[in-house]
């Protein structure tokens, strides 16, 4: 899953660095582990990202909204108003895709 689900991610980079650059970022380092309680975290002090590699067995549409989520957490920290609001810039219908993410329940 590790390999398949960098592959993806390899796959989705120009598209990542088109819709980072509209909030002033660059592609970070992408870490992949078999998380089982969440999709994606950030370290934002390291600038660092990390994929579950759960998301290689979904739909991509919701391993690039993981990335673009995690993403927005190099600007805002938490899920406020104004980490929202960066999702909307760099993702126009997040709300649907991360209700229809919650549907999936991790396993391995």
Request: aromatic share 10%; charged share 25%; hydrophobic share 40%.
């Amino acid at each position: 899953l590790k390999q398949e689900l960098k592959k993806k991610v390899l796959s989705m980079m120009d598209q990542l660095t088109v819709d980072l650059d509209k909030i002033n970022l660059k592609p970070v380092e992408h870490f992949y582990k078999p998380l089982k309680s969440k999709f994606g975290a950030c370290l934002i002090t390291k600038k660092q990202i990390t994929l579950s590699t759960f998301l290689a067995r979904i739909d991509e549409i919701y391993l690039y909204y993981v990335l673009l989520h995690e993403y927005a957490h190099l600007i805002v920290p938490n899920h406020s108003k104004s980490f929202y609001k960066v999702l909307d810039v760099l993702m126009i219908n997040h709300k649907t895709t991360q209700k229809n993410l919650r549907k999936h329940v991790i396993s391995f």
